[in-house]
């Protein structure tokens, strides 16, 4: 079994920063894409970062120089530093795990989410 469980999050006021985290636990194989993904009331759930295992990152262009994700495999765990947030960063953000359970078996698990709320 397959557990995804984030942490961080929080209140903070338009301009400051948060780090959430994520780690990955259970029986498998290897980890493939790791990634943060948002919803925010009356909204579809969107791509906020994703990191593969070799690296390459990808970022939405709304958060492009403010968000960085980052990754330890040894550890099976995903990062998102948040910098500069905006008011409209306010959503639930969740942690998504691309995974091989076995070499031939692949899986995607979201974690419960955490609340992300910026003021004005």
């Known amino acids: 079994q397959v557990h995804v469980v984030e942490s961080g999050g929080g209140l903070v006021q338009a301009g400051g920063s948060l780090r959430l985290a994520c780690t990955a636990s259970?029986?498998?194989?290897?980890?493939?894409?790791m990634a943060w993904y948002r919803q925010a009331p009356g909204k579809q759930r969107e791509l906020v970062a994703s990191?593969?295992?070799?690296?390459?990152?990808n970022y939405a262009d709304s958060v492009k120089g403010r968000f960085t994700i980052s990754r330890d495999n040894a550890k099976n765990t995903v990062a998102l530093q948040m910098n500069s947030l905006k008011p409209e960063d306010t959503a639930v953000y969740y942690c998504?795990?691309?995974?091989?359970?076995?070499?031939?078996?692949?899986?995607?698990?979201w974690g419960q989410g955490t609340q992300v709320t910026v003021s004005s």
């Open positions: 998504h795990a691309n995974i091989n359970t076995t070499p031939s078996r692949n899986y995607v698990y």
């Open positions: 990191l593969n295992r070799g690296g390459t990152t």
């Open positions: 259970g029986s498998f194989s290897n980890i493939n894409v």
